[in-house]
């Protein structure tokens, strides 16, 4: 067995920064609760704070450090709630302010930390600035705060470029005066203008707002997207559509991760750090694997961000093993952590994602497109790819636990949720959906009902119906069900995170590489011996094959298969000491 390498030294101010109160993040574990579809208390198909707070034990025992709440704010839902109203309210349908205060002590009572989504690059065309906005005059301070430019022609019918937005459909909408806003997604979420100075106190408002209520961090929604290159006084061409997609994001776009963005959050940053411990943030970034990404993380800026490239590696030693390094070279050069994403609410839900083909592509986007295909066409899985899917979504989550840094889980994954594929048309939500009708079917297949009974109302959501259809198999994989099951996925979950959290130490590892099997074996080491070896080959390999003795039984902690004739299983991950 030969330590390869070691790649990457101890963070933080003392050997074992962990125990430092403020750095409390930096290994974490947090789950993403997507609160319309988590718990519905009243009955009216819709979650809400009160349904999140009878599930908070459960949340407890799953041995999370923190939740991160999606938008909860008032919205017209034309983006699931990313079209925010009032940033510093809670939506009547999810429950009252004091009541998102309650929530949090509740919370923080049983060790639970919380981060709110902030989205700053749009708000809702409900918000009353956008009102204020369209009811004043072109030029006027009211439009100033978001991102108008007038349209060339002789009435201005011409839109000022012919840039398609992320959800499909102009970025332009007309406002009917020859003048024109721009948006990034649908039409209902105007960009806000972040050379404004009011706005930029406005957020600063919001972020010491849910601060002061015991908010103890922040997920910033398109955390790249907010400086624009371009307004009503900025330069009087824009590149076409077909240029704009020859422009690397960085400096020299006109919207995408642009030097300025690092001096708003350089502002926020003087935010948190007025609090104790600091208030975190960390980043939602969509974009090839820079290491631009990494100015996100650091001290002065948010401080943290997803690096979502582990999405994109699928199931491939050799691709998993790539973006590893790289994320932890990002974590390093930041001085921050690194971040482990499999799933999330924007996303195919990885027990399905994992059972599709592999497309073996350097291309970041191709598995993307391999998920987008997939959903197109009616997301029909035999069953055998269920299981190897789910069989691959433990092995790799439960590597991913093994991993130094913090680990951000989605509602549901814990159960091995598969995607509902099949929604019918008129049940879904989803702008993407309406705005690319016949090329993408959206977001919604994630995003339906946790099922916590095996049977009843909505298995267990509420007492009534859900505003997403759930199918008939969500039964079978009901909380309640997996409670009763020592083999469940959640039994799983719960003795995998707890070991974690027993065995974590400094944010070191050192890979070891496995003998013949290399390429299909991903092993390392963790301080204090703590050992994570997942099988990617779709049959066993033994100790022998890997170029290990056997570690004895006493010696295991932890396997996602049962471990057996001295091998190790296809698509599993084994942990031990
Ligand atoms: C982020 C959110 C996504 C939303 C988009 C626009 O990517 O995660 O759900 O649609 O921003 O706000
Ligand atoms: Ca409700």
């Known amino acids: ?293 990494a100015r996100y993380a650091t001290p002065q800026s948010l401080g943290q961000a997803f690096y979502f490239d582990v999405m994109h590696a699928g199931w491939s030693a050799t691709r998993v093993r790539r973006v590893v390094d790289m994320v932890l070279g990002w974590a390093d050069q930041s001085g921050s952590s690194s971040t482990w994403v499999l799933s999330n609410h924007d996303v195919v839900r990885h027990a399905s994602r994992l059972g599709l083909p592999d497309v073996d592509a350097d291309d970041p986007w191709a598995l993307a497109e391999r998920d987008r295909r997939w959903l197109l066409s009616g997301g029909v899985t035999p069953s055998e790819n269920i299981a190897v899917g789910l069989d691959r979504a433990r092995a790799l989550s439960v590597f991913l636990m093994g991993l130094p840094g913090s680990l951000y889980l989605y509602q549901g994954e814990e159960l091995g949720l598969p995607e509902v594929a099949d929604l019918d048309a008129s049940a879904r939500q989803d702008p993407v959906f309406f705005r690319s009708p016949g090329h993408n079917v959206g977001r919604d297949g994630c995003r339906v009902p946790l099922p916590w009974t095996a049977s009843g109302p909505s298995f267990g959501f509420g007492s009534a119906g859900s505003h997403l259809p759930q199918p008939a198999w969500f039964g079978d994989y009901a909380v309640e069900r997996q409670e009763a099951d020592p083999n469940s996925t959640l039994a799983l979950y719960r003795r995998a995170l707890q070991l974690r959290r027993e065995l974590q130490g400094p944010q070191r590892l050192t890979w070891v590489e496995s003998g013949s099997a290399r390429s299909r074996v991903l092993h390392f080491v963790r301080p204090g011996g703590w050992h994570v070896l997942t099988n990617f080959a779709d049959h066993r390999l033994t100790w022998g094959q890997l170029g290990l003795v056997q570690p004895s039984a006493d010696r295991i902690l932890l396997a996602t298969t049962e471990l057996t004739q001295s091998a190790v299983p296809a698509h599993t991950t084994a942990w031990w000491r």
Do not use: C
Not at 98 to 121: A, K, S, T
Not at 186 to 212: H, I, S
């Open 1 to 293: 067995m030969t330590a390869a390498q070691v790649t990457i030294a101890d963070r933080g101010t003392t050997n074992d920064s962990d125990t430092n109160e403020a750095d409390w993040w930096r290994q974490a574990v947090v789950y993403q609760i997507y609160p319309r579809s988590f718990a519905d208390a009243n009955g009216d198909g819709i979650g809400d704070l009160a349904g999140i707070m009878s599930k908070v034990d459960y949340l407890a025992g799953l041995g999370i450090d923190a939740v991160w709440l999606s938008p909860f704010y008032p919205s017209a839902l034309a983006d699931g709630g990313y079209d925010v109203d009032d940033y510093r309210q809670v939506d009547p349908r999810i429950g009252t302010l004091d009541e998102f205060v309650d929530l949090v002590e509740r919370l923080h009572r049983v060790g639970i930390r919380v981060f709110v989504d902030i989205v700053p690059n749009h708000s809702s065309n409900r918000h009353p600035w956008f009102r204020e906005a369209l009811a004043a005059a072109p030029g006027s301070p009211e439009r100033a705060r978001y991102v108008f430019r007038r349209g060339s022609g002789e009435q201005g019918e011409i839109p000022p470029s012919d840039w398609t937005a992320a959800f499909g459909g102009s970025t332009w909408e007309p406002v009917g005066d020859g003048w024109y806003y721009f948006h990034l997604f649908a039409p209902e979420q105007p960009d806000w203008n972040w050379d404004n100075d009011e706005v930029r106190e406005d957020f600063l408002t919001t972020l010491r707002f849910w601060a002061d209520r015991g908010v103890d961090g922040f997920r910033v929604d398109v955390a790249m997207g907010l400086a624009k290159g371009f307004g009503s006084d900025h330069p009087a061409t824009l590149p076409t559509q077909a240029e704009l997609a020859e422009i690397p994001i960085g400096p020299d776009h006109p919207y995408f991760d642009r030097d300025d963005v690092d001096e708003i959050y350089a502002g926020w940053r003087e935010v948190f750090n007025q609090y104790d411990p600091p208030r975190v943030a960390v980043a939602e970034l969509w974009s090839e694997p820079s290491d631009r990404k």
